[in-house]
């Protein structure tokens, strides 16, 4: 299940394969273009170059948490304390939205600014929490993939980001190192 935090804090990227590269997504233009278009959100592109540093703590936090989160641990102060800090960035106001036969409540930004853009990525965790999926919260079971991402199992047992990639790539690892301690 994809969220626009999740999304943001996947900007991180980890070659999932295992050379230990990352590439920083947030810093490509055309990233920003496609985030800002899949949520529905307006800001200045590229990102000044001033924002960028802001941004990247930020991703930082939100990661920090989900890891926390992902073993277990209760919610702190010191998330919700963050999370709040970053709500108080931007002015919202609400508006009743119709589009098709679905009627939802939604935020404005009252300003289009990476400002914004974070303070609505705070809300997107803040939602999160609120309808108790803290719990679901995961980070691929693959170390060298690290991506974050919410299991919508019924049972709970989503342990990669996709089964295809880094659940093969991971079954196909415990083959070799089994085979290998037979061999000794
Ligand atoms: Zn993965």
């Known amino acids: 299940m994809n969220k626009l935090w999740t999304d943001f804090a996947n900007s991180l990227w980890h070659d999932w394969r295992g050379d ?56 702190t102060q010191e998330m919700v304390d963050a999370i709040n800090e970053k709500l108080g960035l931007s002015p919202a106001t609400r508006q009743l939205k119709q589009d098709d036969d679905a009627v939802q409540m939604v935020w404005l930004p009252q300003e289009h600014t990476w400002r914004s853009v974070m303070a609505e990525v705070a809300a997107s965790f803040a939602q999160s929490l609120a309808a108790g999926l803290g719990s679901r919260i995961r980070i691929c079971e693959n170390n060298n993939c690290k991506w974050v991402f919410l299991d919508d199992t019924r049972n709970r047992s989503k342990r990669f980001c996709d089964d295809k990639m880094c659940g093969n790539l991971m079954k196909v690892r415990r083959f070799r190192e089994r085979k290998k301690s037979d061999s000794t």
């Open 20 to 75: 230990g590269h990352t590439e920083d997504r947030l810093l490509m233009t055309k990233w920003q273009a496609a985030f800002l278009e899949t949520w529905k959100l307006q800001a200045p592109l590229p990102i000044p170059a001033g924002e960028i540093a802001g941004l990247q703590q930020f991703r930082e936090s939100l990661r920090g948490f989900a890891i926390q989160l992902s073993m277990d641990t209760a919610i």
